[in-house]
């Protein structure tokens, strides 16, 4: 199974940028999908998930400025940015949990089996 996220590169302040996940070599169906982050020097950080039926969870820092969406027929995780800040900029991962396990029982990154390499977005002001 692989995960390669396309999409990043700059985006201006305020403007949008839409990143996706293809999977490969497996399915997304069945599996808790999400998004996260990490900026030189810190932790990676949760953005959300989605759930097989494509229902949403965000980590409370990040609602309102995410959305995270897929598109099950083609094994794709997609992760909507909305008026991006300087903050955002970071290297952006996407993962697939175990199969079976709803995104509302994982705990966080440690319970992500698969991950892709990253996509790059740097944000300017």
């Known amino acids: 199974v692989r995960l390669v996220e396309s999409g990043g590169g700059t985006v201006q302040s305020g403007g949008s940028l839409r990143l996706s996940c293809e999977l490969s070599g497996g399915s997304s169906v069945d599996y808790c999908m999400g998004w996260f982050r990490q900026s030189p020097g810190k932790e990676r950080e949760e953005i959300g998930t989605?759930?097989?039926?494509?229902?949403?969870t965000y980590a409370d820092s990040m609602r309102g400025r995410f959305t995270v969406s897929r598109d099950n027929a083609k094994n794709t995780l997609f992760l909507q940015m909305n008026s991006p800040t300087p903050e955002g900029t970071a290297m952006y991962y996407c993962?697939?949990?175990?199969?079976?396990?709803?995104?509302?029982?994982?705990?966080?990154?440690?319970?992500?089996?698969?991950w892709g390499q990253g996509t790059q977005v740097t944000v300017s002001s």
């Open positions: 989605s759930d097989p039926d494509d229902s949403p």
């Open positions: 993962a697939r949990g175990p199969m079976g396990r709803w995104c509302s029982y994982m705990s966080g990154a440690a319970s992500f089996v698969t």
